[in-house]
C-alpha cells in the first residue's frame, strides 16, 4: 500500500521518533552523554530508509529523496525546560508517537506500522545505550530513569 501524505502528516510521522529520542535523552541529562545520545538518534534517523527499504511509510518521509523534498521538516522539537524538569516530556513523546500512529491507521500495511513501531522505540533505545552514566559516557549504559521511560515507550507502541 503506498498512501500519500501531506506535509503536516509528514512532520508528525518525523516528529515523533525524534521526539522519543530526544526525551530518553533528557531524562539522565550529561554534558558529554548528551552529545553522544545525539549522535545516536542522527544515526538513526539517517539509517532508517536502508533498513526499511520496502516500507512506504519510512521511505515517504525519511528517504534521502523525500529530505530532500522539502515536504518533511526534520527540526529539533520545540521542548520546553519545565517539561525536561517534571518529566512531562517522555508524555509528550507518547502523545507525539500516538497521532503519528494515528495518520498512519487505515493508510499504512499493518507490517510499515510495526515496522515504524519498532523504528520509534529504535530511537529511544539506541540513545539509552549510547552512553554510561560515568565519566566521558563510560560505565552503565541505560540508567534507571531512561529505562522507566523506555518501559513507557514500550508499552505506548504495543
Known amino acids: 500500500m503506498v498512501a500519500s501524505y501531506t506535509p503536516e502528516e509528514m512532520t508528525m510521522i518525523a516528529?515523533?521518533?525524534m521526539l522519543t529520542g530526544?526525551?530518553?535523552a533528557m531524562v539522565d541529562v550529561g554534558i558529554v552523554s548528551t552529545a553522544i545520545e545525539a549522535a545516536a538518534i542522527s544515526k538513526e534517523i539517517a539509517g532508517v530508509a536502508k533498513k526499511y527499504?520496502?516500507?512506504s511509510v519510512i521511505q515517504a518521509?525519511?528517504?534521502e529523496?523525500?529530505?530532500k523534498s522539502g515536504d518533511?521538516?526534520?527540526q529539533k522539537p520545540d521542548v520546553k525546560a519545565e517539561e525536561v524538569e517534571s518529566g512531562a516530556l517522555v508524555d509528550k513523546a507518547i502523545a507525539s508517537v500516538s497521532a503519528a500512529l494515528g495518520v498512519l491507521a487505515g493508510k499504512a500495511t499493518p507490517e510499515e506500522i510495526a515496522e515504524y513501531k519498532a523504528f520509534v522505540y529504535s530511537c529511544g533505545d539506541s540513545v539509552a545505550n549510547a552512553?554510561?552514566?560515568g565519566l566521558f559516557g563510560a560505565g552503565q549504559?541505560?540508567?534507571d530513569k531512561e529505562a522507566i521511560a523506555l518501559a513507557k515507550f514500550k508499552a505506548a507502541l504495543v
Do not use: D, I, Q
Open 15 to 17: 516528529e515523533a521518533p
Open 65 to 67: 529523496a523525500a529530505l
Open 22 to 24: 530526544l526525551a530518553v
Open 61 to 63: 518521509v525519511f528517504s
Open 131 to 133: 552512553a554510561g552514566s
Open 53 to 55: 527499504p520496502s516500507n
Open 141 to 143: 549504559k541505560v540508567s
Open 72 to 74: 518533511v521538516k526534520l
